[in-house]
């Protein structure tokens, strides 16, 4: 029945840009990284991401992400500039505790700016961690 099924809460994994320097093209950009901030790791990561606003989309991109360890990051994907006038739609699945988890996460346009950054304590630079 419907009140059998379980439906675990993702917490403490969490998706963010970041404004960081890139050495190769000596030039500010805005990259997408996942942060497990559980105490066990995170396995076979999945992360599915998309920008959208009305009738304009982007491509759908996978990314998979494998294993993250606890207390630890990773890159997702680079983000370009017209990108941030649109929505941007991530979706996160993993498995851990033996159990699937799912989270969205979603970044509104336009939200993306160098006057919404934030310092994020586990990376050591400065991002923008998603509205809710």
């Not at 059998?4 to 000596?26: C, G, Q």
């Not at 494998?66 to 699945?93: D, R």
Request: hydrophobic content about 40%; cysteine-free; aromatic content about 10%.
């Amino acid at each position: 029945m419907k009140k059998d099924i379980e439906i675990p809460v993702a917490k403490d994994v969490h998706v963010l840009v970041i404004r960081e320097w890139n050495d190769e093209f000596l030039s500010k950009e805005w990259n997408v990284y996942l942060i497990n901030n559980r105490s066990d790791a995170i396995e076979m990561t999945i992360v599915v991401s998309k920008g959208f606003d009305g009738d304009k989309k982007t491509s759908t991109m996978r990314h998979g992400i494998g294993i993250v360890e606890a207390k630890s990051f990773k890159k997702i994907e680079f983000l370009q500039e017209e990108l941030l006038a649109l929505n941007n739609e991530f979706f996160v699945t993993f498995f851990a505790e033996n159990k699937l988890f799912e989270k969205r996460f979603l970044f509104p346009k336009n939200s993306i700016t160098e006057n919404s950054l934030t310092a994020i304590p586990m990376i050591e630079k400065d991002g923008i961690l998603p509205e809710g």
